[in-house]
């Protein structure tokens, strides 16, 4: 039986063309955080099941790939329960990772410490446009900050990053998690019931107004809280300032130190004057993670009309694993996104080398074959990208498969002359 060629489905072969757009975003996406401060990081892909399945990743702790346990620890007809053969998994995101590796090398690094890891995930999803089974994350993590100078600069790196990429006129959406719960318990539900609640805010963008309050009804919530809960949201719409509406409203429910973060935030980041994206405030924003604990963020482009990144404040993370709790805070780009409506746009890797095919006639060997190497070799150090290949019967053919490949310039080798 023939061997099946095509990748696992969710997971792709990546072709040289766009492996030179994707090698030519990491390196900025590396320069620009690089000059925020942030240093590069490397963990695992494989992580403790533990450590996976430790009820922070929301949904996505439903799609672990999980690994079995190997040689003599593996006994799958004895086992009764898949603890019992299943030890570890695939990293789903790359925040977990993160904050184990911190817990174990604190004290080799600096305080605050900014992170930058960009590796593979893996997630058992049904694929669609965007979303895989196996895609690039890219994420920036400040450790160490407890103040909203962490969130500043996160937003500022991250909008940078996409305006040197040619990214214009897309959305930041900011929300905090504390005001989330406010105003689930302003309006009466129990805090058992919040993640409910929140998972159905989260459509609101798909269902609307009237499709939240009927779901909420649906799952058995009370009419009065959930007609008090939705006239919070209706008062936004013709408030100037969300942030002081609800503010004022949920008085004794919310901390005025959550309005003045925000509004520092705002005001913080508009400073810089950058005209390449909106800042708004968005209390339906949820952010699916249940490590969040302040500050939530969403980047949406208008082409692809969902989240191209997204990140939060996570403060009790680390010490689910020290004991002790850290101020932690992160944003990712959504690197498979960018890289899809970057091809979408025609997007051409600027400033690339000179670009020269070497054909070497089939046969050419020993003094001749070296002259061409000797030759290939000298124009590589001036800075020209130089491949030699033996030269095909349909010529004409493989040229043209070249200058798609972006080489311009073509020196043919025979045995008896040189022709250009």
């Known amino acids: ?52 399945s430790s009820k922070q990743g929301g949904e996505n702790e439903k799609l672990i790939f999980k690994i079995l346990k190997r040689g003599e620890k593996l006994n799958v007809e004895a086992a009764a329960t898949e603890e019992e053969v299943v030890d570890s998994g695939l990293r789903y995101d790359l925040t977990v990772p993160l904050v184990r590796f911190y817990s174990n090398n604190a004290a080799k690094l600096p305080s605050p410490f900014k992170a930058l ?77 919040w993640d409910s609640v929140f998972i159905t805010l989260d459509k609101m963008d798909k269902i609307g107004m009237e499709g939240v309050e009927a779901e909420l009804l649906a799952e058995g919530f009370a009419e009065d809280m959930v007609k008090r809960y939705l006239e919070l949201f209706k008062g936004l719409e013709g408030a100037q300032d969300g942030v002081s509406y609800l503010m004022e409203r949920l008085e004794g429910f919310l901390e005025p130190e959550v309005e003045q973060s925000l509004q520092e935030i705002f005001s913080s980041v508009r400073a810089t004057g950058s005209s390449d994206f909106e800042l708004v405030f968005d209390p339906t924003l949820v952010r699916g993670m249940s490590y969040y604990t302040g500050t939530i963020f969403e980047i949406v482009m208008p082409e692809f009309g969902a989240s191209c990144a997204g990140g939060g404040r996570y403060d009790k993370m680390v010490g689910r694993f ?36 070497y054909l070497v006639e089939k046969g050419i060997g020993g003094d001749r074959l070296c002259e061409v190497i000797a030759q ?27 200058e798609k490949e972006g080489y311009t310039d073509f020196v043919e080798f025979y045995k008896e002359a040189l022709k250009n």
Do not use: H
Request: aromatic share 8%; charged share 25%.
């Open 1 to 52: 039986m023939a061997l099946i060629k095509k990748p696992v489905t969710g997971m792709s072969d990546i072709l040289p063309e766009e492996m030179k757009i994707r090698d030519y975003v990491i390196g900025v996406i590396k320069e620009t955080y690089g000059k925020f401060g942030f240093v590069s990081i490397e963990t695992p892909c494989v992580e403790s099941i533990a450590n996976l």
């Open 376 to 402: 290939a070799q000298e124009a590589r150090q001036d800075g020209t990208q130089v491949l030699v290949a033996r030269m095909n019967k349909n010529k004409k053919f493989q040229k043209e498969q070249l």
């Open 117 to 193: 890891q960009i590796g593979n995930v893996w997630r058992a999803d049904r694929p669609q446009r965007g979303r895989y089974r196996q895609f690039m994350q890219c994420d920036i993590d400040i450790l160490g900050e407890p103040s909203n100078l962490a969130e500043i600069e996160l937003i500022l790196a991250t909008t940078t990053t996409l305006g040197k990429l040619g990214f214009r006129n897309f959305q930041i959406r900011i929300n905090d998690r504390r005001i989330l719960k406010a105003m689930a318990a302003y309006s009466g539900f129990e805090e058992a019931s």
């Open 322 to 357: 020290t004991g002790k709790d850290v101020p932690a805070c992160g944003f990712s780009i959504g690197f498979e996104r960018i890289i899809l409506l970057l091809k979408e746009r025609g997007f051409q890797v600027p400033s690339q080398p000179k670009r020269i095919a």
